[in-house]
C-alpha cells in the first residue's frame, strides 16, 4: 500500500516591504523549512534547564533563537531577474528589535513548527537531556 502526501512541497512565501523612499528594499519571508525548525528549537531547548526540585523548566539564553528563525527564511529580491539572496544573521541583528519580533510573528503564522513547545514540552524534554547525563555516568565503583 502506497503512502501518499497531497502537499506541495514549495515553501509559502510572502512579499515585505522595508523602508521608505528610495531606501526601500523588498524581501520575501518564506515558510520556514525543517532546518529553520531545527535551528530554532536547538537555540530553545538546549538553553533550558529544569529545576528538578520544582520540576519548572526555565528558559535560557535564547535571545538569538527569533533573528536566527528570521534570517534563515527571509530573503531579499534586489533584482527581478534574479533569485533572492537569504538575508544574514548579521543583518538581521542590526535591524531594530521590534521589526525583528513583527517578522518572527509573521514566520510563525506561516510555519507551526515554530509554535514554542508546551511547558510540558519543555519538562520532558529538559528530564529526557538529564536521564541522557545520567546515564552517561557510572555510579558503580
Not at 18 to 39: F, M
Request: with cysteine; charged share 25%; hydrophobic share 35%.
Amino acid at each position: 500500500m502506497a503512502i501518499e502526501f497531497d502537499e506541495d512541497l514549495a515553501p509559502t512565501e510572502q512579499d515585505v516591504y522595508i523602508g521608505k523612499g528610495e531606501k526601500r528594499k523588498h524581501y520575501i519571508l518564506r515558510s520556514a523549512s525543517v532546518d529553520a525548525v531545527v535551528q530554532y528549537r536547538n537555540i530553545i531547548s538546549s538553553n533550558a534547564t529544569l529545576n528538578t526540585s520544582t520540576n519548572n523548566v526555565t528558559p535560557g539564553a535564547v535571545a538569538m533563537a527569533q533573528p536566527t528563525a528570521v534570517a534563515a527564511c527571509l530573503y531579499l529580491k534586489f533584482d527581478p531577474n534574479r533569485e533572492p539572496r537569504k538575508v544574514t544573521i548579521t543583518e538581521v541583528l542590526t535591524w531594530p528589535g521590534h521589526l525583528v519580533d513583527k517578522l518572527f510573528i509573521e514566520l510563525q503564522k506561516m510555519s507551526p513548527g515554530l509554535q514554542l513547545p508546551s511547558e510540558k514540552e519543555h519538562k520532558a524534554e529538559a528530564e529526557a537531556a538529564k536521564n541522557e547525563q545520567g546515564a552517561g555516568t557510572d555510579s558503580s565503583s
